[in-house]
Nanobody
Framework: QVQLMESGGGLVQPGGSLRLSCAAS????????MGWYRQAPGKQRELVAR???????NYADSVKGRFTISRDDAKNTVYLQMSSLKPEDTAVYYC???????????????WGQGTQVMVSS
């Protein structure tokens, strides 16, 4: 069974940095796009950043210049380096990926369980 597992969340002061990681595990044939979403209390889940299998990236306007998404295909892992964090970045961050399991001919969209990021002094 394919799973996504996030790590790296926590409490950080405004202006600080955090790096989130998300590792895919299981019987995987290939991984296409990977991304990070976030959901703050009382708000809808929103796209933060996304990276294709070819390395093309896109970011939410609110995080451009502060966050960087990257991936290590050898480790089936996607990262989100977050810098200059602001209180409004506080949210649960979810990993998302389009993965083709070894036992299927098509891809499935998977979600991780989420990791809490809190930016506060």
């Amino acid at each position: 069974q394919v799973q996504l597992m996030e790590s790296g969340g926590g409490l950080v002061q405004p202006g600080g940095s955090l790096r989130l990681s998300c590792a895919a595990s299981g019987r995987i044939r290939s991984i296409n796009a990977m991304g990070w979403y976030r959901q703050a209390p009382g708000k809808q889940r929103e796209l933060v950043a996304r990276i294709t299998s070819g390395g093309n990236t896109n970011y939410a306007d609110s995080v451009k210049g502060r966050f960087t998404i990257s991936r290590d295909d050898a480790k089936n892992t996607v990262y989100l380096q977050m810098s200059s964090l602001k209180p409004e970045d506080t949210a649960v961050y979810y990993c998302n990926a389009d993965i083709q399991p070894a036992y299927l001919v098509s891809s499935i969209n998977y979600w991780g369980q989420g990791t809490q990021v809190m930016v506060s002094s």
